[in-house]
């Protein structure tokens, strides 16, 4: 009599599906960068949570208390440019009276922006950097078929480390409607 097989259950994988929604706009702190963001970016981002840190250090003995926010990169000229010529401005979230931001790492300079939103839409995508091509094109058609066109740049919100096991990363872009 053969060995009874056990059933294996597929483990389902629920695929995140993009959205327009409204955002408001909201205070950065900045840094701009060019290059192959796998070097650039080592180089930039102290000086980024340098400034954003030691702001929100200073302000807490005054009472004022921030969530700085999940870092986001906006991507410009990435689908025009090769990888090593990009343009990458990242960004961490601010209190909207920031002034003036402490200057941390020496010729790297954090300026403050206002990041304008309005009408988005945005993805969830799963999985390493390398492989967000399919889900970038997914938006770009929902983004099409619901009958906007982009009126931004390519941004992402990096809701994880680089290094988690499973990385998650908001694909994001400014949208309008499309003219009749």
Known sequence: MPSPRKS?????????????????????????SKGNPNRVLRKVLPALYGSVFTL???LKPKGIAFKGGGLRG???????????????????????????????????QVK?????YGTVAQILHIGPFKMEGPTVKRLHQ??????Y???????EEYLT?????????????SVKKKAA
């Open 8 to 32: 294996r259950k597929t483990k389902r994988v629920s695929v995140p599906e993009p959205e327009i929604l409204e955002m408001k706009s909201q205070k950065m702190a900045v840094v701009h």
């Open 56 to 58: 929100k250090f200073d």
């Open 74 to 108: 906006r991507w410009p000229d990435a689908n025009l440019l090769p990888k090593d010529q990009w343009t990458g401005i990242l960004g961490l979230s601010v209190p909207a009276d920031t002034a003036s931001l402490p200057q941390k790492v020496p010729h790297m």
């Open 112 to 116: 403050h922006e206002t990041w304008e």
């Open 142 to 147: 929902f983004i099409a078929d619901s009958g």
């Open 149 to 155: 066109e982009i009126a931004g740049v390519h941004e």
């Open 161 to 173: 480390s680089p290094r988690a096991k499973a990385q998650k990363t908001l694909i994001r872009y």
